[in-house]
């Protein structure tokens, strides 16, 4: 018998789909009645509320997109006054403002709650002891993870991110059972494990909740593999809430989307057509009952399906395929989010930097690791190697000051960058086959 909180995983589709329309009907009114950004948009479109009469309806709608939040940095998009707005999170590594995103105290009931279902789904229970290892911070990781497993009724750890050989410790210690982390810094802690000779296959560790970032089905076995944890994933972003947006279950057949709170559609990322079930596209998401910041039809970028039938493991939620790739050209590095454009901005401006760059992404063990080859005019490149390693120097801590992870720069000689005729690539993502 699912708890309380997992029976809404189970609902007949009918019963769903009016809980859905109920909630969307609402959330549309609340949005074009309180958020200026919506009437106005709803205005230029001769669009109302009550023109939503059905779930299909959805497609009337105007798309938001990540630019409209940059736009309307910080609260241009809140529907609530400030008084009821009790948290704020920031997304990270954006060009100078990040993205804000407000909650009210029944937004983060509802933020715990889908984390919450997220961690049952994979048999997490209050005997359980877990650690949150996502940072704490304006970043959503640390505190989506820790409050969704405080709902579960699990002994929490906030030990945050980073210092792996503590977290060998309080593992050994505290006999945890289950870590939340980036799949990355896990395998970065198995190899410290490995190094220190600590038995992590031996340890009281069973479950992990990886996130953030895409990972593979490879680097699933070499988790299970090499420590005997049950590896789930979770997805979720900022904008729409947090972690906890999706989930994977036991089936191993993609992320169930707490579809009751955030409702999903694919489009065709290039026309923003609605695609049929089944077919890849992007994914776009509504929050039915966000009430600080609600937004409608976000386009998340992320590229994947949806598979409706029913699933092995008897929920009904919709399922999705895990999240492989973008069809932005947003980098996600260690947990970061990285556009190019962002790093041609502060490149430009050096003296000496001519406009051909590349960032090359590769990974190292579990280390994501960034290169950025920049090409430099002739004559810099004949100066004495002094002036080339300042300015080497120069870029590696504006990198670092802007996006806060350390970036190895290559200056190269006129000519070093492959030239293009058409768009010009400027990432080389050698982690993932795309
Ligand atoms: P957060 O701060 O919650 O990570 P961001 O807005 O910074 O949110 O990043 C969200 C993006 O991270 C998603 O749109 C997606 O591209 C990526 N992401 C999050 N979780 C996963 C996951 N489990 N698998 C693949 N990609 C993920
Ligand atoms: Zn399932």
């Known amino acids: 018998m699912p708890s309380f909180l997992s029976q809404k995983d189970y609902l007949d589709r009918k019963e769903l789909s009016a809980i859905q329309l109920e909630r969307l009907q609402r959330i549309v009114r609340h949005a074009y009645e309180h958020s200026p950004f919506y009437t106005k948009a709803f205005d230029a479109m001769g669009l109302k509320p009550e023109d939503i009469r059905a779930l299909d309806d959805i497609v009337k709608l105007p798309f938001t997109q990540k630019t409209d939040l940059r736009d309307n940095y910080p609260y241009g998009l809140n529907a609530v006054p400030r008084s009821e707005i009790v948290r704020l999170h920031a997304s990270s590594g954006t060009t100078g403002k990040p993205i804000v995103v407000s909650y009210t105290r029944d937004d983060l009931e509802t933020w715990s709650e889908t984390a919450a279902r997220c961690f049952l ?12 290892s996502y940072g704490y911070s304006l970043f959503t990781g640390g505190m989506g993870a820790h409050q969704g497993m405080e709902r579960v009724g699990a002994t929490v750890i906030p030990q945050g991110g980073g210092n792996s050989e503590k977290l060998l410790m309080l593992i050994q210690d505290l006999q945890i059972t289950v870590i939340c982390c980036t799949p990355s810094f896990f395998v970065h802690l198995m190899e410290v494990a490995g190094k220190v000779g600590f038995d992590l296959k031996g340890s009281s560790l069973r479950h992990g909740f990886f996130g953030a970032e895409p ?16 590896a789930h994933d979770i997805f979720g972003l900022s904008e729409i809430m947090g972690p906890g947006v999706a989930g994977g279950c036991d089936a191993h057949a993609g992320l169930h989307i707490f579809e009751d709170h955030y409702y999903p559609e694919i489009v065709d990322p290039a026309t923003g057509v609605a695609l049929p079930p089944g077919e890849e596209g992007e994914l776009v998401l509504t929050t039915l009952d966000k009430w600080a910041m609600p937004l409608l039809r976000y386009r998340t970028h992320d590229i994947t399906r949806l598979h409706y039938e029913p699933c092995s493991c008897g929920r009904t939620l919709v399922r999705m ?35 051909h760059y590349e960032l090359v992404v590769t ?11 920049v090409e430099v005019t002739p004559e810099l490149f004949g100066d004495q190697v002094s002036v080339l390693e300042a300015l080497q120097k120069e870029i590696s801590s504006k990198i670092k000051g802007m996006i806060g992870i350390n970036a190895r720069v290559s200056l190269v000689e006129p000519g070093a960058i492959a030239r293009s005729d058409g768009k010009t690539r400027h990432v080389i993502d050698k982690r993932f086959n795309k």
Do not use: C, Y
């Not at 789904?121 to 949150?132: C, L, N, Q, Y």
């Not at 990974?363 to 080859?373: C, N």
């Open 121 to 132: 789904m994979g048999g997490v229970t209050p005997d359980d002891v877990a650690v949150i």
């Open 215 to 230: 990972w593979t089905d490879e680097m699933r076995r070499h988790i299970e593999e090499g420590t005997g944890i049950i």
């Open 321 to 355: 395929d895990p999240i492989r790739r973008r069809s932005d050209d947003m980098l996600i590095i260690r947990g970061v989010n990285l556009f190019p454009s962002q790093v041609e901005a502060l490149l430009l401006p050096i003296k000496g930097i001519v406009p």
């Open 363 to 373: 990974r190292t063990g579990a280390m994501d690791d960034l290169e950025i080859r």
